[in-house]
């Protein structure tokens, strides 16, 4: 159906783009692909589940101070004062952590969910919310696909909390606070490239250690955010997601649109003025 | 007018102010204390009552509308005409009070005019399109109404110029009404792991554009049903007696777009290959729309225009109704994270406030039509 309608509208719908989507339709797929983001790998291999980022994070967003943490294995959520948490989790390879925050995924559901363009996907590729912009539709919660953006359900004043990638850090060239400041060096820092070639050195100089996998290669189109782990990612609560981009699937909606406003008007009209002629005669004698 | 000041305590004035009065101050509370106070919404599930029945299920009972001004301004399909400004009036209201709950739900509601005044343009964003959907049908549908209050306020210079502009309203609304009727639909398509796979499928947009035709119709059956008794006084005996075959005409359309909308479900049913879901709880509860909800009124509303029986019209329209409302809750609440492990129900205090909504558009359209020639014929000046 959307292969249709999408064929449909490239035939009939170019002027049309114009009037509703055109700069949109210039700017989007001018290559998520090819920005090479910012992000982080995490290595699950190396994390040895300290909780040092959680406090690290919220030292560095102003957030409470976490609550220590009593049993690993409890599976918390992120949430409207932690923007990341680590969990652990008993694998067929014994107890192995997982860290967990917005993935800044390449091409944002929340951000093209985001009706003021508040939810934002810079060019360096932190995904960020912008206070003096946001309604709080809470749409962006609807469409993220990992449930990321959390909502202060119990302010006036409400703002929706997720990881940023420390954002303002990185304007001044500084690394994310999670990621200076891990022990382990499970975190590892820089661009998309250079982090999808890391991770692979990593799979084939230690393949008995690592399952071989990126989980965020090619989730959701591709996140800033990649995890390497010693086991299956769904043994680490990690979803089985689909590959391609989530703001796609809106694409063939909005993308007929436009055909929709100038044809069924000029439709409309057609059938209007064609009725008009046939019922003439019944109108003036009602008249 | 002195007839219907005289009566105070009616029912419906008994049950409806002391939940208005509720209602507003669980909004001051909402507003002061933050959206949590009332309501019992998640980190998981962050649109529940408000958005999935006040918005999502008022609009397509809204539907009624655009339909009818297509079958009587663009078909010319002159034997529907008495009912036209009730339907339209009805819309708008629908519109204006469904559609305004939203700005309840809105966490920071100050920041709304951000996508209105273009200094913000999310236009990747469905919501976007529908808000600003939402907005010039609103117009569209003031225009098309504005006539009867030319004619209530005796204007006729500005009568002739206002009817002068309906037909474009009407092609103006319609086009809306296809375009955001099928874009609440499409706002859920990026939730696609969030909704139960029997109720998420590509189609949603299509789905919710048709269903809101013979919701909006049944609507009208319904609506009509309640004005025809309640305002009896206003009606001429003409339209009354116009009224039954209208509502004839409307339960075969119904019949006949509930049977092309059942058609589509059973399409993409077999096309997903859901068969074993079927047999699970979610599966059942999915059967009990289709055949209870679907089927059945679609199958009474053939047999009773056959039989020309307007009662069992009216309670398929009202089986229609309530599979709108499962259809829709469906979607965007009961199988929106259906998985999760806190469930959301709504609070007390969410359904009051919904009750609110209901209750205040209803006396509001009260006091049009006891003033306005709706229901009433239009003065004799403004027929010419
Ligand atoms: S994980 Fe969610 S919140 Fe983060 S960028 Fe992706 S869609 Fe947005
Ligand atoms: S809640 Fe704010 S950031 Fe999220 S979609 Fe709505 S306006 Fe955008």
Same mark, same amino acid.
């Given at each position: 159906?959307?292969?249709?309608?999408?064929?449909?509208?490239?035939v009939?719908?170019?002027?049309?783009?114009?009037?509703?989507?055109?700069?949109?339709?210039k700017?989007?797929?001018?290559?998520?692909?090819?920005?090479?983001?910012?992000?982080?790998?995490?290595?699950?291999?190396?994390?040895?589940g300290?909780?040092?980022?959680?406090?690290?994070?919220?030292?560095?967003?102003?957030?409470?101070?976490?609550?220590?943490v009593?049993?690993d294995?409890?599976?918390?959520?992120?949430?409207?004062?932690?923007?990341?948490?680590?969990?652990?989790?008993?694998?067929?390879?014994?107890?192995?952590?997982?860290?967990?925050?917005?993935?800044?995924?390449n091409?944002?559901?929340?951000?093209?969910?985001?009706?003021?363009?508040?939810?934002?996907?810079?060019?360096?590729?932190?995904?960020i919310?912008r206070?003096?912009?946001?309604?709080g539709?809470?749409?962006?919660?609807?469409?993220?696909?990992?449930?990321?953006?959390?909502?202060e359900?119990?302010?006036?004043?409400?703002?929706?909390?997720?990881?940023?990638?420390?954002?303002?850090?990185l304007?001044?060239?500084?690394?994310?606070?999670?990621?200076?400041?891990?022990?382990?060096?499970?975190?590892?820092?820089?661009?998309?490239?250079?982090?999808?070639?890391?991770?692979?050195?990593?799979?084939?100089?230690?393949?008995k250690?690592?399952?071989?996998?990126?989980?965020?290669?090619?989730?959701?189109?591709?996140?800033?955010?990649?995890?390497?782990?010693?086991?299956?990612?769904?043994?680490?609560?990690?979803?089985?997601i689909?590959?391609?981009?989530y703001?796609?699937?809106?694409?063939g909606?909005?993308?007929?649109?436009?055909?929709?406003?100038?044809?069924?008007?000029?439709?409309?009209?057609?059938?209007?003025?064609?009725?008009?002629?046939?019922?003439?005669?019944?109108?003036?004698?009602?008249? | 007018?002195?007839?219907?000041?005289?009566?105070?305590?009616?029912?419906?004035?008994?049950?409806?102010?002391?939940?208005?009065?509720?209602?507003?101050?669980?909004?001051?509370?909402?507003?002061?204390?933050?959206?949590?106070?009332?309501?019992?919404?998640?980190?998981?599930?962050p649109?529940?009552?408000?958005?999935?029945?006040?918005?999502?299920?008022?609009?397509?009972?809204?539907?009624?509308?655009?339909?009818?001004?297509?079958?009587?301004?663009?078909?010319?399909?002159?034997?529907?005409?008495?009912?036209?400004?009730?339907?339209?009036?009805?819309?708008?209201?629908?519109?204006?009070?469904?559609?305004?709950?939203?700005?309840?739900?809105?966490?920071?509601?100050?920041?709304?005019?951000?996508?209105?005044?273009?200094?913000?343009?999310?236009?990747?964003?469905?919501?976007f399109?529908? *808000?600003?959907?939402?907005?010039?049908?609103?117009?569209?549908?003031?225009?098309?109404?504005?006539?009867?209050?030319?004619?209530?306020?005796?204007?006729?210079?500005?009568?002739?110029?206002?009817?002068?502009?309906?037909v474009a309203a009407?092609?103006?609304?319609?086009?809306?009404?296809?375009?955001?009727?099928?874009?609440?639909?499409?706002?859920?398509?990026?939730?696609?792991?969030?909704?139960?796979?029997?109720?998420?499928?590509?189609?949603?947009?299509?789905?919710?554009?048709?269903?809101?035709?013979? *919701?909006?119709?049944?609507?009208?059956?319904?609506?009509?049903?309640?004005?025809?008794?309640?305002?009896?006084?206003?009606?001429?005996?003409?339209?009354?007696?116009?009224?039954?075959?209208i509502?004839?005409?409307?339960?075969?359309?119904?019949?006949?777009?509930?049977?092309?909308?059942?058609?589509?479900?059973?399409?993409?049913?077999i096309h997903?290959?859901?068969?074993?879901l079927?047999?699970?709880?979610?599966?059942?509860?999915?059967?009990?729309?289709?055949?209870?909800?679907?089927?059945l009124?679609?199958?009474?509303?053939?047999y009773?225009?056959?039989?020309?029986?307007?009662?069992?019209?009216?309670? *398929?329209?009202?089986?229609?109704?309530?599979?709108?409302?499962?259809?829709?809750?469906?979607?965007?609440?009961?199988?929106?994270?259906?998985?999760?492990?806190?469930?959301?129900?709504?609070?007390?205090?969410?359904?009051?406030?919904?009750?609110?909504?209901?209750?205040?558009e209803i006396?509001?359209?009260?006091?049009?039509?006891?003033?306005?020639?709706?229901?009433?014929?239009?003065?004799?000046?403004?027929?010419?």
């Amino acid at each position: 159906m959307s292969i249709n309608r999408r064929g449909f509208f490239k035939v009939l719908g170019v002027t049309g783009a114009a009037l509703a989507i055109g700069r949109e339709v210039k700017a989007a797929p001018a290559g998520n692909g090819e920005i090479d983001f910012r992000g982080i790998l995490y290595d699950s291999a190396r994390c040895k589940g300290c909780h040092g980022c959680e406090y690290d994070c919220a030292d560095a967003n102003g957030l409470p101070v976490p609550e220590p943490v009593k049993d690993d294995l409890i599976v918390r959520s992120t949430g409207e004062t932690r923007r990341t948490v680590v969990n652990g989790y008993n694998t067929s390879k014994g107890k192995v952590f997982i860290k967990i925050q917005c993935m800044h995924c390449n091409e944002p559901a929340c951000a093209s969910a985001c009706l003021t363009q508040a939810m934002h996907k810079t060019k360096a590729g932190p995904v960020i919310w912008r206070g003096e912009k946001c309604m709080g539709c809470r749409y962006c919660m609807v469409s993220c696909p990992f449930d990321m953006p959390k909502f202060e359900y119990h302010s006036a004043n409400p703002k929706i909390q997720k990881c940023d990638m420390c954002y303002n850090r990185l304007k001044t060239g500084e690394a994310p606070a999670c990621a200076t400041n891990c022990p382990n060096e499970a975190l590892f820092y820089g661009t998309r490239r250079q982090l999808i070639a890391e991770a692979r050195k990593r799979i084939v100089e230690n393949p008995k250690l690592y399952a071989d996998y990126l989980y965020g290669e090619h989730e959701a189109g591709g996140t800033c955010w990649m995890y390497l782990s010693p086991v299956n990612f769904r043994e680490l609560g990690l979803k089985n997601i689909q590959k391609a981009s989530y703001p796609a699937l809106t694409k063939g909606f909005l993308y007929s649109v436009p055909s929709i406003f100038v044809l069924l008007p000029a439709f409309l009209l057609g059938i209007h003025q064609a009725t008009k002629k046939e019922n003439q005669t019944i109108e003036e004698d009602e008249s | 007018m002195n007839q219907t000041k005289s009566k105070i305590f009616t029912p419906f004035n008994i049950i409806s102010v002391p939940v208005i009065l509720v209602g507003l101050v669980l909004i001051v509370i909402r507003f002061w204390k933050g959206i949590g106070a009332v309501t019992n919404l998640t980190q998981e599930i962050p649109w529940g009552l408000w958005i999935g029945f006040d918005v999502v299920t008022g609009v397509a009972f809204a539907g009624g509308a655009y339909v009818v001004t297509f079958m009587v301004y663009i078909l010319k399909m002159k034997q529907y005409q008495s009912i036209v400004r009730v339907t339209v009036l009805n819309g708008f209201l629908a519109y204006v009070f469904y559609a305004g709950a939203l700005l309840l739900d809105l966490g920071r509601p100050w920041n709304v005019i951000n996508p209105i005044i273009g200094n913000n343009f999310g236009v990747n964003s469905v919501l976007f399109l529908v *808000a600003w959907h939402f907005l010039l049908y609103m117009i569209a549908q003031l225009i098309e109404f504005s006539p009867a209050i030319a004619e209530w306020l005796g204007a006729r210079k500005i009568h002739k110029v206002l009817s002068g502009m309906t037909v474009a309203a009407v092609i103006f609304g319609i086009t809306l009404s296809t375009l955001h009727q099928s874009g609440l639909g499409a706002l859920y398509l990026m939730a696609k792991e969030k909704i139960h796979p029997l109720w998420y499928n590509e189609f949603i947009p299509v789905m919710f554009f048709v269903s809101s035709i013979f *919701a909006g119709l049944s609507m009208v059956i319904f609506e009509g049903s309640i004005t025809h008794r309640v305002f009896a006084s206003q009606i001429s005996s003409k339209d009354h007696h116009a009224q039954n075959p209208i509502v004839m005409g409307l339960s075969k359309i119904c019949a006949g777009t509930m049977f092309a909308y059942f058609f589509l479900q059973v399409l993409v049913f077999i096309h997903e290959k859901h068969w074993g879901l079927l047999n699970t709880p979610m599966g059942y509860w999915y059967l009990l729309e289709m055949i209870g909800f679907v089927l059945l009124p679609m199958a009474l509303f053939f047999y009773s225009y056959r039989r020309n029986n307007i009662l069992l019209i009216r309670t *398929a329209a009202i089986l229609t109704m309530l599979g709108i409302i499962l259809n829709r809750l469906n979607v965007t609440v009961i199988g929106f994270r259906w998985d999760a492990t806190a469930h959301y129900i709504p609070s007390w205090m969410e359904v009051v406030v919904t009750l609110t909504v209901i209750f205040t558009e209803i006396w509001i359209f009260r006091w049009v039509i006891n003033r306005m020639p709706v229901l009433r014929s239009s003065p004799e000046w403004a027929k010419h």
